[in-house]
């Protein structure tokens, strides 16, 4: 049974740092892209951001260049460092992933196989 659980949500100031983690358990996590979305008040939830197999990644424009996103097989976790953060920011995080054959397969928002709960960040001005 996949199980993927997020951790590290929290309060922070306009421009401040946090980092989002997703545990993964119950796959071959080292196989699988792993991707994050989020969900603002009042929004449809949105990707944000992946990476492969083979740690190729993709980023909406809306994080380009303030957001990171890395795995670490031997912890079964990926990870989304945000900086510059911004009140737009404010939202609840969720990792993602979908079973694909190839290791270069960046997800760029639909298909998803399975979803974590989600983490809520808060970005206060």
């Known amino acids: 049974q996949v199980q993927l659980v997020e951790s590290g949500g929290g309060l922070v100031q306009d421009g401040g740092s946090l980092r989002v983690s997703c545990a993964a358990s119950?796959?071959?996590?080292?196989?699988?892209?792993m991707a994050w979305f989020r969900q603002g008040p009042g929004k449809e939830r949105e990707f944000v951001s992946a990476?492969?197999?083979?740690?190729?990644?993709y980023y909406v424009d809306s994080v380009k260049g303030r957001f990171t996103i890395s795995r670490d097989n031997a912890k079964n976790t990926v990870y989304l460092q945000m900086n510059s953060l911004k009140p737009e920011d404010t939202a609840v995080y969720y990792c993602?992933?979908?079973?694909?054959?190839?290791?270069?397969?960046?997800?760029?928002?639909?298909?998803?196989?399975?979803w974590g709960k989600g983490t809520m960040v808060t970005v206060s001005s």
């Open positions: 993602a992933t979908v079973r694909a054959s190839n290791t270069n397969y960046v997800p760029r928002g639909g298909g998803m196989d399975y």
């Open positions: 119950g796959l071959t996590f080292r196989i699988y892209p």
């Open positions: 990476i492969s197999a083979s740690r190729n990644t």
